[in-house]
């Protein structure tokens, strides 16, 4: 039994559910509560659960905040977290025991397994090992059954060359297990891994028969455009998710188990999970995949990644309204998993990390690792690197850095500007300036350190007096009927704005767009998979755009 207690530190909530007393750890919790509480006041949260674990035990279950802050209600251990893309692993897993029982070939083309799923491509054929790595070359943002039927998955380039994040591939193994098994994904999940590593208390899939159990979550009050970090919430809507992409919802107790599992190698009590070689495959770098940070790589359905010199398996998970973050250190054997109840745009991996820290440097006996530093998204470390006067074709702009500070000028306002996740990007605290977030340009974008020239902020474009490129950029002139705000009501799509900048297309001014014949790739990085196609164009208006097969339509603008 999980025997709780409570604790108040001031306004913020902490109640802790301990597996086996005080345990091992007992002497890192208070550092980490004090942690835990910074953070979630850094990052605005509501709330978050946290667990740590061993291969010997699930030691600590803790809880901050609220599950409904403006209730004060706090957050129960049945209490439902939604853990987003950490799902993958768990299909990752199931694949790897139908693989374990001679029903799975990893080479194999997926196609001979799913003779349904359309692809067009020039290149070799996509294989199970390609889809698990995220190497397809396929596109990842849309549907796998898209509205037309005629549409198939445009490869963007040979499978297997590099790593590009893929949703709609990972639901597609979810119905490659179901092929495989002959159960549909909710039984096959609760079978192959809920049930045998006693995870009871979760559920496989996402619906409306498990929201009563659900924390109350939110997300931006405002969600059309960039959120600053205390920025207004609103409790989000309910969200169905039953596709192997992201789809279980957890107790922090039951993920507890889910990582000893991992810190075990597989191992579960009475036997394993998954063989020695399965878990050898699944905890191997199969790929580089630097959207996870520099040197990390991706095995099957989980990064693999290094922390203080140990190997580290973890993942994150987004939702429309949770946040979350696995990691694992399997030399050591520790780890634990952490759900904030908000979509902010951020996951808690700093909690987690220094969570694994102090119950390794408790196992050796050595001094507790120092906290780290806060996070305030309004300290600018290198502020003067921004400051100065911006002349663009709508006038000038004038950034001001006071110490750590940066303000931009609006009508006579000094306006805050606080720190996005990606460097050299801000938001700015006013209605008539938050619709986009304002980017700094430097001279040499592959050098950090090199001088800022120039500024953006949706279609309007800055530069100061180093700034020594072109000025002046020609483009299609129909590009002009393109441009607008498009929206699909699905919390997963929401909202997108098309600008024109330097002669290109953006989306969001952010992501410049790359004419391939009837359609535009995403280009923020060479192997964006995604693409859009414009549709029909009423008055010289486009009505209508596709983004990797999901429809969004033009919003009237007043």
């Keep these: 039994m999980l ?4 604790a108040s530190l001031s306004a913020f909530r902490v109640s802790e559910a301990a597996a086996t007393g005080a345990g091992p750890y007992a002497d890192i919790y208070p550092v980490l509560d004090r942690f835990a509480e910074r953070y979630l006041r850094d990052m605005n949260a509501p709330g978050m659960t946290l667990v740590l674990a061993d291969r010997d035990a699930v030691h600590r279950v803790a809880h901050y905040g609220f599950s409904d802050r403006e209730g004060h209600r706090a957050i129960g251990e049945r209490d439902l977290f939604q853990v987003g893309s950490i799902s993958k692993s768990f299909i990752a897993l199931a694949l790897l025991q139908l693989r374990d029982e001679g029903k799975l070939d990893l080479d194999r083309p997926v196609a001979d397994y799913l003779p349904w799923l359309r692809i067009e491509s020039k290149y070799a054929p996509i294989t199970v090992h390609h889809l698990l790595t995220h190497s397809s070359g396929l596109p990842g943002a849309g549907d796998i059954f898209q509205s037309d039927s005629e549409l198939a998955h445009l490869a963007a380039y040979a499978p297997g060359e590099h790593f590009h994040y893929n949703n709609a591939m990972y639901d597609t193994l979810g119905i490659l297990a179901w092929t495989l098994d002959g159960r549909e994904l909710p039984e096959l999940l609760r079978e192959r891994i809920l049930g045998p590593l006693g995870m009871h208390a979760s559920e496989p899939v996402i619906t409306l028969d498990v929201r009563e159990r659900h924390v109350k979550n939110y997300f931006p009050f405002l969600s059309d455009r960039p959120y600053p970090r205390n920025g207004r919430l609103a409790e989000a809507p309910f969200v169905f998710a039953t596709g192997a992409a992201g789809c279980v919802a957890a107790t922090a107790a039951d993920m507890g188990r889910y990582v000893r599992m991992i810190a075990s190698h597989g191992k579960r009590d009475g036997g394993r999970l998954v063989s020695e070689d399965g878990f050898r495959l699944f905890s191997s770098p199969q790929i580089a995949a630097e959207d996870f940070g520099p040197g990390a790589h991706y095995g099957y359905g989980i990064a693999v990644d290094t922390l203080d010199g140990n190997r580290l398996l973890r993942h994150t998970g987004g939702m429309v309204s949770f946040m979350s973050a696995l990691m694992v250190d399997i030399d050591d054997g520790v780890g634990g998993f952490a759900s904030v109840n908000a979509q902010q745009g951020y996951r808690p991996n700093p909690v987690v990390r220094y969570a694994i820290q102090l119950m390794r440097a408790k196992r050796r006996s050595i001094a507790l690792p120092p906290m780290p530093e806060p996070d305030s998204s309004a300290i600018v470390r290198n502020a003067a690197d921004y400051a100065g006067t911006y002349r663009g074709e ?74 020594a490129g072109p000025d002046s950029f020609d483009y299609p002139q129909e590009w002009n009927s393109l441009t607008g705000h498009y929206r699909n009501e699905s919390p997963w799509i929401g909202s997108t704005r098309i600008v024109i900048r330097k002669g290109r297309l953006w989306l969001d001014g952010t992501i410049p767009l790359e004419a391939d014949g009837k359609l535009f790739r995403l280009r923020d990085n060479p192997y964006n998979t995604e693409w859009i196609r414009f549709g029909e164009v009423v008055n010289g208006r486009c009505m209508r755009i596709r983004i990797s097969g999901s429809d969004l339509w033009r919003v009237a603008a007043a």
Excluded: C, I
């Design 394 to 467: 709508k006038g000038s702009l004038e950034v001001v850095a006071a110490g750590e500070r940066l303000f931009v000028l609006h009508a006579g306002e000094r306006v805050p500007l606080e720190r996005l996740a990606d460097a050299d990007r801000f938001v700015a605290r006013h209605r008539a300036l938050d619709r986009f977030a304002l980017l700094f340009g430097r001279q040499d974008p592959k050098q950090p350190e090199s001088a800022v020239v120039e500024a953006a902020w949706g279609g309007d474009w800055y530069r100061n007096a180093n700034y």
């Design 3 to 6: 025997g709780a207690t409570a």
